[in-house]
């Protein structure tokens, strides 16, 4: 029988998940867990621990793994030195706990009425009201989005996240109980170390683009929405520039047919003197003066 463990998925924002006992190699970002009880200089680890692989050591047959939990013996850092012969790895599983019921991680649309699990969360940087682990039921569906009656009083009235942010939450049935391993698996029974370990990593490896393939597709329907917003914006920008040009055209073309008809501020003319000879420089320059300023107060062209 398939030996399960729960513990905390931090992927999940800690949500308890099912894990199951695989037999291959550990490599990076594994759990393990210990098959039996050990001593390693005097710090000790129990059969049942669950821990991270760090590494394998290049001077004895063991693994150096990162404990969860504060155990009794182990280092102040949590880590200690496991045995090659003393642990097994374990994957994930799409079974979760929450609220003593337990579920199975669907990744399908959801349907009114139903439960589902943040998985994903690219848009709550804007919403501020949803986390990676957050559980929400179903009130309204759209063609790629769901939006949910928060029940949660801190929260906002309603919430709609994208169908990649979440999973459905199926509760599990006494006929439908078997755990199924997250992500591709490797059938070990007939196949060398080295091809199981080549074969394993693959299928962790798919897994990881997998991941990151819905990543960039939640940044790139991101972008579109901010596009969307900016070039609205801008359209809008647009037209109110235009409408400002049109109405200083219009100012311009009302002083224009103002200013034509009404009388210049200033004439250019040339003032003819007619000279006598008998008459003093002063006297004559005094009456050009004169001739000046009564032309300026509106008198006859001197």
């Known amino acids: 029988m398939t030996k399960i463990h729960t513990i905390k998925d931090e992927s999940l924002g800690g949500v308890l998940r099912e894990y199951v006992e695989v037999e291959r190699r550990a490599s990076d970002g594994d759990y393990i867990v210990c098959t039996q009880d050990g001593d390693q200089n005097g710090r000790f680890y129990r059969k049942g621990d669950v821990g991270k692989f760090?590494?394998?050591?290049?001077?004895?047959?063991?693994?150096?793994?990162?404990?969860?939990?504060?155990l009794d013996g182990i280092r102040e850092d949590g880590e200690c030195y496991?045995?090659?012969?003393?642990?097994?790895?374990?994957?994930?599983?799409?079974?979760?706990?929450?609220?003593g019921t337990r579920y199975r991680l669907v990744?399908?649309?959801?349907?009114?009425?139903?439960?589902v699990l943040i998985v994903n969360?690219?848009?709550?940087?804007?919403?501020?009201?949803?986390n990676?682990?957050?559980?929400?039921?179903?009130?309204?569906?759209?063609v790629e989005s769901v939006e949910t009656d928060s029940p949660t009083p801190d929260k906002a009235d309603k919430l709609r996240f994208w169908d990649y942010e979440y999973r459905v939450l199926v509760p599990v049935?006494?006929?439908?109980?078997?755990?199924?391993?997250?992500?591709?698996?490797v059938d070990t029974r007939h196949a060398s170390p080295e091809v199981i370990d080549l074969l394993a990593n693959l299928a962790r490896r798919v897994t990881s683009l997998e991941q990151q393939l819905r990543d960039t597709q939640g940044n790139v329907e991101k972008l579109a929405e901010e596009l969307e917003t900016k070039t609205h914006e801008l359209g809008e920008k647009v037209e109110q520039?235009?409408?400002n040009v049109e109405m200083t055209i219009d100012d311009i073309v009302t002083l224009d047919e103002r200013t034509q008809s009404e009388k210049p501020f200033f004439t250019t003319f040339k003032p003819t003197f007619y000279i006598n000879r008998e008459v003093s420089s002063?006297?004559?320059?005094?009456?050009?003066?004169?001739?000046?300023?009564?032309?300026?107060?509106?008198?006859?062209?001197?």
């Open 282 to 302: 002063a006297k004559l320059l005094a009456e050009a003066f004169e001739a000046l300023a009564k032309y300026e107060r509106g008198g006859a062209r001197p």
């Open 54 to 70: 760090l590494y394998f050591s290049d001077r004895y047959p063991s693994i150096r793994v990162k404990f969860d939990d504060d």
């Open 121 to 130: 969360p690219k848009h709550t940087s804007v919403m501020k009201d949803y």
């Open 132 to 142: 990676l682990g957050d559980v929400f039921s179903v009130s309204s569906i759209y």
């Open 107 to 115: 990744d399908r649309k959801a349907e009114v009425g139903e439960k």
């Open 241 to 243: 520039v235009s409408a």
């Open 82 to 99: 496991v045995g090659t012969d003393s642990f097994s790895v374990i994957e994930p599983t799409d079974i979760v706990h929450i609220d």
């Open 173 to 185: 049935t006494a006929t439908d109980d078997t755990p199924t391993v997250d992500g591709p698996t």
